[in-house]
């Protein structure tokens, strides 16, 4: 399909995941003298000190904390392996500096990053470098997610999410409302103990098992939401729309759910002004803080998700350019 057959907002979701795959406007970017201004308010650095210092910033402002490694196209075990390593280190750090404790930073993971797609036994592998982090976790005295991504990988995702669950109950999932199935899935999380992260979804989906338009991606997200916190486990409401908040926050009292019983997330760098309101009002406000040399990736796929955040971005460019 042609770019002049979207609608504008479409389009530009469509070209801002295009420029994520660029490696010639990624150097471009990597070397101009903005960019590590901007990418900050986005990004937690890039090693684990940088990950552990943006955390001790933000647990001291009442909020926790879930840290994602940025890795991207993982092709060989080596490489699932050292993302493995990475997150080890930093369950170390986060439990020295007093952290981990309680689940107030924990980390997510993307079974792609551990090595998912590398062929016949990348589902074998990734279930095991998780094993080694979700160790380390409990080591720690935290938790683990497990981020979801394309449609294609949900049911082994969710298969490997089954298999840790079995040692470390307390293992995160996450669903995507956009996709079909993501009702009768809440369905079958909603059990006791079990934590689910709720977000829209950001990947490119086929029409066949995703809505396509943003008002039936809403409409799922409050049903799922329903689910949710009727149900038995720990929702964890991912989203920005201040309007899915309020709804979230009225489902939570007719649920009559404590402050302790479902946690909000919010991205980094994005309402951080409502991030504050909310820990201060005494809800469970965790930001979702990504660090790690794979930056940019990620940083386009968050303009692509929320196109007003190229705002930021386009004034770093025009003030620093």
Known sequence: MDLADLNPAAAMRATLLGMSRSDQLRQVIERAPFTRDVVRRFVGGVSVADAVQVSTELVDTRRQVTIDYLGEDTVDPAMAAQTKEAYVDLLDALSEAGLSQGGGAEVSLKLSALGQALGRDGNKIALENARVICQAAANAGTTVTLDMEDHTTTDLTLSVLRDLRQDWPWVGAVVQSYLYRTEQDCRDLATEGSRVRLCKGTYKEPETVAFADKADVDRSY????????????????????????????????????????????????????????????????????????????????????????????????????
């Not at 820990?279 to 007003?308: D, H, I, K, T």
């Open 222 to 321: 409050v049903r799922c939401l329903k689910i949710l916190m009727e149900g038995q486990g720990y929702p964890m409401v991912a989203t920005h729309d201040p309007r899915l908040v309020e709804i979230a926050t009225v489902l939570a009292d007719k649920a009559q759910r404590g402050t302790d019983s479902f946690e909000y997330q919010m991205l980094l760098g994005i309402r951080p002004e409502e991030q504050l309101r909310l820990a201060a009002s005494g809800a469970a406000m965790r930001v979702y803080l990504p660090f790690g040399q794979e930056w940019y990736g990620y940083l386009m796929r968050r303009m692509a998700e929320r196109p007003a955040n190229l705002g930021f971005f386009l004034r770093g460019l025009a003030t620093r350019g």
